[in-house]
């Protein structure tokens, strides 16, 4: 089993609709935790940092859920921009970072 | 945030040469790292390169095979030496700041 695990995808969404990515992760050791958005053959970019009281930036929302071990990415009004793999990142032991496998969304007119 | 130049961006080899890729960050950070991602696949990391001492690295990954050198707080470089198609991959160089890890816009390396 790996330490962070995404569904792979890919989500096919219609502009404007609502997503939302869940990511768990096994090592309850684990500090912070990460979106990052991957474009193809581009380096991977913070999206945001996700706390347990919630993260929101603009149509964007971070969830963390230490008890059940799981942080979640919601996209509101999707834009075919937001196109894109989303990867899960986790830190432990200080600067420890382990990566999910991506979840790759499809926006589509 | 960082700025991070990386470079070459990407480059066509024949087996059994060697490329080197340069990292330079605007700021002093104690910590790089190195990163292959292969097609369809995520990120993994290659070693942990230190300023002053030898780099880290992770399990399947060897200084033979993946020489790096950190000069100074603001440099690193990662070659990739005696290449084979399967060395075929987008390289990158990271650094953690506070508020994450960033990175460098990546060496998309294809070997022949």
């Known amino acids: 089993r790996k330490e962070v695990e995404q569904d792979p995808g890919p989500f096919n969404v219609p502009e404007g609709a609502t997503v939302a990515f869940n990511c768990t992760y096994s090592n309850s050791a684990s500090q912070s935790f990460f979106w990052y958005r991957q474009d193809c053959r581009k380096e991977p970019k913070l999206l945001m940092s996700?706390?347990?009281s919630g993260n929101e930036d603009g149509r964007f929302t971070a969830q963390l859920n230490r008890a059940s071990q799981y942080i979640s990415l919601l996209i509101r009004d999707s834009k075919l921009s937001d196109s894109a793999t989303y990867l899960c990142v986790v830190i432990r032991g200080g600067f420890k970072t382990i990566f999910g496998a991506g979840t790759r969304l499809f926006v589509k007119a | 945030s960082a700025v991070i130049s990386q470079k070459p961006s990407r480059d066509i080899c024949q087996r059994g040469t060697s490329l080197t890729i340069q990292c330079q960050v605007d700021?002093?950070?104690?910590?790089m790292f190195w990163y292959r991602q292969q097609p369809g696949q995520s990120l993994t990391l290659i070693a942990t390169a230190n300023q002053g001492s030898e780099a880290t690295y992770e399990s399947g990954f060897v200084i033979d095979k993946f020489p790096i050198s950190r000069p100074n707080l603001t440099f690193s470089t990662l070659t990739v030496s005696n290449m084979s198609p399967e060395d075929s991959s987008i390289y990158l160089c990271s650094v953690t700041i506070t508020g994450g890890l960033f990175f460098g816009s990546g060496t998309q390396l294809s070997v022949l």
């Open positions: 996700v706390y347990s």
């Open positions: 700021s002093q950070v104690t910590m």
